[in-house]
């Protein structure tokens, strides 16, 4: 396993592949969405493996992590809106987004719609 990188090295990178989450969520682009995975990924794993801090780096990091806590909340904000523009097409369709006995994502046919929409 290669060294762990340096702190803010790895905070800046989790705050761009969060932002680059962001703007794959908000372009509705499921495709652009699985692209930002597996960056998103790697760049969590680096800041798993961060070390120490140094003094010096600290103030840094901290507003580094304090920007990436941001966007994570941007991104719940934003998926928060898509799952919700998802559950009304999905009701207007007669459909309900439920979970099965072992927690699985399953879709359910409601037995009445709750709109007569067209879509």
Request: with cysteine; aromatic share 2%; proline share 4%.
């Amino acid at each position: 396993m290669s060294s762990p990188p340096a702190p803010i090295d790895a905070v800046v990178a989790l705050g761009r592949a969060l932002d680059a989450l962001i703007v794959a969520l908000a372009s509705g682009s499921a495709a652009n969405l699985f692209a930002t995975e597996a960056g998103l990924a790697a760049a969590i794993g680096d800041v798993a493996r961060i070390g120490a801090v140094a003094p010096g780096d600290r103030d840094r990091v901290r507003a580094e992590l304090a920007r990436a806590r941001a966007a994570v909340h941007r991104c719940r904000a934003v998926g928060a809106a898509v799952t919700g523009v998802i559950d009304g097409w999905l009701t207007v369709g007669g459909l309900s987004h439920t979970y099965d006995r072992s927690g699985a994502v399953a879709l359910e046919r409601l037995a009445r719609p709750a709109t007569h929409a067209r879509l």
